[in-house]
């Protein structure tokens, strides 16, 4: 166990509609990010918060939206979705501001099938 | 955008023997690289790390190798097990971006 929850777990939806991905991090760990994982590829960084404040940024959609509150979860927001938005969404924590020397902690991901 | 490549979809080893997962990245400035297991319907766990500033870190049965040079880093199981059985992420980060790059996975299939 990562100590990190995503919820839910599995999640179906039409095409068009919002979702919110939900994550609480490790006790402790200040810093959430989110990845993606589409069909046999491999994660794909979308964004990363500390403390509540946006760190960094990968290759998220102008769809996709997240923040970090000052109890410290995270959501992810999915909007106008389309089929390819279909994936594995995880999330991780860590203590620091950075990834350098400190090993992520993942959750056990959020399926998302858009139909 | 393919920073980080493991060119090796899958590997199937007989127990008791080594296991070599390869990476190659392309970002020069990525000083810390580490692996992750993923098993089905989990996350994935971190395995092992290794700065830029060595070339090499055991742990137990694992060992990361790092050649700077040819932007090439391995993960060795010796000996393999069939509980090691899973998708091994290799991933690279660097001082400038707070981001962590991932392969697309190998899976490793360790017999009986």
């Known amino acids: 166990d990562s100590g990190v929850t995503q919820t839910p777990k599995h999640l179906i939806t039409a095409t068009g509609q919002r979702v919110t991905l939900r994550c609480s991090p490790r006790?402790?760990?200040?810093?959430v990010y989110w990845y993606q994982q589409s069909l046999d590829q491999g994660l794909q960084f979308l964004i990363q918060?500390?403390?509540?404040?946006?760190?960094a940024k990968g290759n998220i959609l102008e769809r996709f939206s997240a923040q970090q509150f000052p109890d410290l979860h995270s959501e992810l927001n999915l909007s106008s979705l389309e089929l390819g938005d279909s994936a594995l969404y995880f999330c991780?924590?860590?203590?620091?501001?950075?990834?350098?020397?400190?090993?992520?902690?993942f959750g056990n991901g959020t399926r998302l099938t858009v139909t | 955008d393919q920073q980080v490549k493991q060119n090796s979809p899958s590997l199937s080893v007989q127990e008791g023997r080594i296991s070599i997962l390869n990476c190659d990245y392309t970002?020069?400035?990525?000083?810390?690289f580490l692996w992750y297991k993923k098993y089905p319907a989990e996350g994935p766990t971190f395995l092992i790390s290794?700065?830029?500033?060595?070339d090499k870190n055991e742990d137990g049965r694992f060992t990361v190798f790092l050649n700077k040079s040819a932007k090439h880093l391995s993960l060795h199981i010796v000996p393999s097990q069939p509980g090691d059985s899973a998708v091994y992420f290799c991933?690279?980060?660097?001082?400038?971006?707070?981001?962590?790059?991932f392969g697309a996975g190998t899976r490793l299939t360790v017999k009986p």
């Open positions: 970002n020069s400035m990525f000083d810390y």
């Open positions: 991780a924590s860590s203590v620091g501001t950075g990834t350098l020397n400190s090993p992520l902690h």
């Open positions: 290794i700065s830029s500033i060595k």
């Open positions: 918060y500390y403390n509540g404040e946006e760190r």
């Open positions: 991933a690279a980060s660097d001082r400038v971006n707070n981001d962590m790059r």
């Open positions: 006790s402790g760990d200040l810093s």
